[in-house]
């Protein structure tokens, strides 16, 4: 799904099949090595296309960041209310949604 919103906003083609399919090889794999599941995460696609990814880059170096942050500062995040963690999804997120369709 995310991937087809963001085929049509950027006005490029898209197999969706292909994606499937994709998906269905990592988890297979992921299963064969006792891994997790792999799914399309819809915040970071929507935070990557807002910041101007271009590549896959941008998916390492937000791992490195997430796994860092994970690291030292999980006390800090701890005391947040999940309210506010809510809040920055959806900030990440709300750019995606299209209004005058959903109207």
Not at 6 to 30: C, F, I, P, Q, R
Not at 52 to 64: D, E, K, L, N, R
Not at 77 to 83: D, G, H, K, M, Q
């Amino acid at each position: 799904a995310i991937a087809k919103q963001l085929a049509n906003k950027h006005n490029y083609e898209l197999d969706s099949s292909m994606e499937l399919v994709g998906l269905g090889m990592a988890n297979m794999t992921s299963g064969l090595f006792g891994g997790y599941p792999v799914v399309g995460s819809f915040s970071r696609s929507a935070v990557n296309n807002d910041a101007g990814a271009q590549s896959g880059i941008s998916a390492m170096v937000t791992a490195t960041l997430v796994g860092l942050t994970l690291l030292f500062l999980t006390p800090v995040f701890e005391l947040l209310p999940l309210a506010v963690l809510a809040s920055i999804v959806i900030s990440g997120v709300i750019s995606l949604v299209d209004y005058p369709e959903a109207i």
